[in-house]
C-alpha cells in the first residue's frame, strides 16, 4: 500500500530513509537538505544552500508524478533566524501563490547545514 | 485537487503561505502565531500568544469547515520551557478529550514569538 | 470520522494527547518519548532511550492495526547532534528498507529528554 517512488536523478541517500513514499495521492517528502547527487552535503550560502535543496525536492516532487505546484504543506528549517527575509524572498520566487500550508522553525539544524524543507504534496 | 480555504475573519499572511489547504477530507493549518487580523504579531504573555495563536487556527478550521474538536494532529512550539505546564493547562481548555495527536518541541521559535501551533484536521 | 485507538499495553498518557488517531488507512501517531507503562520518563543513555521510544511507537501502531514496517513517514528529535550517528545505526536496526520518508532536527527537546519519534503510518 506504500510506494517509494524515486527515479535515476533524484540524490541518493547515504541515511536509512526513502526520498519520499506515496500512499494513495498522498506524497511524503523526507527533510531535503544542500546535497549533491550521491547525498553529500554541499556547503553554500544560506541563499545557495536553499535553492539546492529545494530543486532536490522538486526533482523527488516530479520522479513521483507531482511537482511543486503540487505541494500541499511544507515545514522549513531555517538554521540562523536572521536569513528568513531572504528565506522569504526566495521562498516566493520558487513557489508561487496560492502558496501551501507553511510552518517555519529556527535553530535546530546541525552545524553542517544552514536549511532543510520537508513537504507533503499530491500527485498531479 | 487541492482547495484554498479562507474567510473574511482570519488573519490576513504577510507571508508566502495559505492559512491552511484542502485535499479530500484532509485540511492542513499553517503555523499560527499570536498575530492580529493583518497578520502582525502581538506581543503579549505566553498565555496570552497561545490563546491568540489558538483563536486564529480556529477561525481558519471554521473557514475551512472544521474545528477544533476535528482535530487529528497537532504540532506546537513552545519556545521557553518553562512554559510548558501552562502550555498543558490552557491546551486542556481549549482541546477536549478524546484528544488529537500530538508533538511539542521547545527553543526552535525566533526572538517574537512565544508560541506557535499547526495542525492537520479533518472536515465536519 | 477520527478514531483514537489505544490498547492495554500502550503507555498511558498524563497529559493531554492520545497515543495516536486514525482517519480512513492513516494513523497519526503522537511524539514518543521514553517513557513507562504510566507515562513517567525513564532516563537512560541515548540508545537506551530511542529503543524505548520506538517499542512504545510499536505497541500503538500494533494496537491500531499498523506496524513499523507500514510506517510512512516519521520525524525524529534528537537533542545532542553528538548521538546523530548511534541514531541512524539504531534506526537501520529496528526499521527496514525501504525505509520510511525521515526528517531529523535536534536541539529542541527540553532537558528531561534526550530522544523523542512521531509518524505517519498506513493500516495493515
Do not use: W
Not at 12 to 21: A, D, E, G, N, V
Not at 62 to 78: I, M, P
Not at 97 to 109: G, K, W
Amino acid at each position: 500500500m506504500i510506494e517509494y517512488p524515486a527515479a535515476a536523478d533524484t540524490p541518493l541517500s547515504q541515511l536509512p530513509f526513502s526520498p519520499c513514499t506515496k500512499v494513495g495521492s498522498l506524497i511524503f517528502v523526507s527533510g531535503q537538505a544542500s546535497v549533491d547527487a550521491t547525498g553529500a552535503i554541499v556547503s553554500d550560502t544560506f541563499e545557495g544552500e536553499m535553492r539546492r535543496s529545494i530543486h532536490n525536492l522538486q526533482l523527488i516532487l516530479e520522479a513521483a508524478g507531482s511537482s511543486l505546484t503540487h505541494v500541499v504543506q511544507t515545514r522549513n528549517y531555517v538554521h540562523d533566524p536572521a536569513n528568513l527575509s531572504v528565506f522569504n524572498q526566495v521562498y516566493r520566487e520558487l513557489f508561487s501563490a496560492p502558496y501551501p500550508a507553511r510552518t517555519t522553525i529556527t535553530q535546530c539544524l546541525t552545524e553542517a547545514l544552514k536549511f532543510e524543507i520537508e513537504c507533503i504534496a499530491v500527485i498531479k
